[in-house]
Nanobody, 114 residues
Framework: QVQLVESGGGLVQAGGSLRLSCAAT????????MGWYRQAPGKERELVAD??TYADSVKGRFTISRDNTKKSVYLQMNSLKPDDTAVYYC?????????????WGQGTQVTVSS
């Protein structure tokens, strides 16, 4: 069964750092774009970063990276602000036994205290 497994969320003070990890598991033959989204309470889910772009609100503070050998994507988050508080979701387009499909991780909570 193909899935995305996330880790690395938590509680941090403003100005601190966190690193999120996401690994694609299962029978995967190819990976297209991988990225991170977030959803704050009462707000719509928004793109944080993928391999092509960053949200304006995180430019210069967040860095996305990918390790193809591990089928993983990471999000290094520095200079965190309370506005970064949200559930963060990994997303990817993967080619498995059922062809190309879009997948989402289960979400990991990031809470930034002021």
């Amino acid at each position: 069964q193909v899935q995305l497994v996330e880790s690395g969320g938590g509680l941090v003070q403003a100005g601190g750092s966190l690193r999120l990890s996401c690994a694609a598991t299962g029978n995967i033959f190819a990976i297209n774009n991988m990225g991170w989204y977030r959803q704050a309470p009462g707000k719509e889910r928004e793109l944080v970063a993928d391999m092509r772009t960053y949200a304006d609100s995180v430019k210069g503070r967040f860095t996305i990276s990918r390790d193809n050998t591990k089928k993983s994507v990471y999000l290094q988050m520095n200079s965190l602000k309370p506005d970064d508080t949200a559930v963060y979701y990994c997303a990817a387009t993967l080619y498995g036994s059922s062809g190309w499909k879009d997948y989402w991780g289960q979400g990991t909570q990031v809470t930034v205290s002021s």
